[in-house]
């Protein structure tokens, strides 16, 4: 009944180093659906196996009935309990004023082998929409797991696989349906066809020579999500390139094409720009 919207999740992964106290990164989005999205994060030592990070973001929709804004922001600390073991905790907000909102937190840990690294998150989320009459509240909680093992015991490569599973307190799919039109706007039920059921996430990483100008990291990542709302899926092809300008400068480019069943596909791409201080 509605275009599905696509969205883009940025994990940030943090590296603690001696000689770098901090970064700011800035990142710009944009897709075939005329969704551009603009983001900035900045990450700096609490202490000397802490890191506190925040960041925030404006997208913005275009259709044939206007322009539709999303306002986001995150923060949260990332440590290292010790050699083995590090962990994250944090919370995170998107929405749009008055229309549909999420608030999630989160807390992860990390286990370390030689060669492995395992990953467990569980998450928290509540939804909130509202009516487009008299501006009643309906409120939604969900709950949801992210797991991921990454695997680095093959020179200059890294695997990654990783899933996510999400639960609601209500049957999303009710707003599939002519009826929630009568009582949700448009804007809310676009929005809400971002909320997933499952996604599921294989990376290979290639880490050529230290090369200046050269990519340090190229990335191939395949994704497969079933969305909560009509149980559709859709499928994400991507590639990126990590390229270091200078100690301090560093830049990333993406680029892939979302392949929705039963849909026209999405294609996308993705700059940022890695200040380190």
Do not use: C
Not at 10 to 28: C, D, I, K, P, R
Not at 173 to 187: P, V
């Amino acid at each position: 009944m509605h275009k599905q919207l696509f969205s883009i999740t940025f994990f940030s992964f943090v590296v603690f180093s001696s000689t770098q106290a901090g970064s700011l990164n800035l990142s710009y989005v944009s897709d075939s659906a005329n969704v551009d999205s603009r983001y900035i994060d900045l990450s700096f030592d609490a202490s000397k196996q802490t890191q506190l990070y925040l960041g925030a973001g404006k997208s913005t929709i275009k259709d044939s009935a206007g322009e539709i804004t999303i306002s986001s922001f995150n923060l949260g600390l990332f440590g290292i309990a010790n050699e083995d073991f590090d962990y994250d905790i944090g919370y995170s907000f998107w929405g749009n004023k008055n229309e549909i909102s999420s608030a999630t937190a989160y807390f992860g840990l990390s286990l370390y082998t030689e060669n492995w690294k395992f990953t467990l998150r569980p998450e928290l989320q509540k939804i909130l929409l509202y009516t487009k009459n008299n501006r009643r509240q309906v409120d939604i909680n969900g709950t949801g797991l992210y797991n991921s093992v990454q695997y680095f015991g093959i020179n200059n490569i890294e695997l990654l696989y990783a899933h996510n599973s999400y639960n609601y307190n209500r049957n999303l799919s009710a707003l599939n349906t002519r009826l929630a039109s009568l009582f949700f706007s448009n804007t809310a039920l676009l929005l809400g066809s971002s909320f997933l059921e499952t996604r599921d996430l294989a990376e290979i990483a290639f880490i050529p020579a230290t090369i200046r100008w050269l990519p340090e990291r190229i990335t191939l990542s395949y994704s497969q999500s079933v969305n909560a709302i009509d149980k559709s899926v859709s499928k994400t092809l991507s590639a990126k390139l990590n390229i270091n300008l200078t100690s301090k400068i560093s830049i990333e480019l993406e680029a892939g094409e979302v392949r929705p069943k039963n849909r026209d596909k999405l294609t996308f791409g993705a700059v940022s720009v890695l200040f380190y201080f």
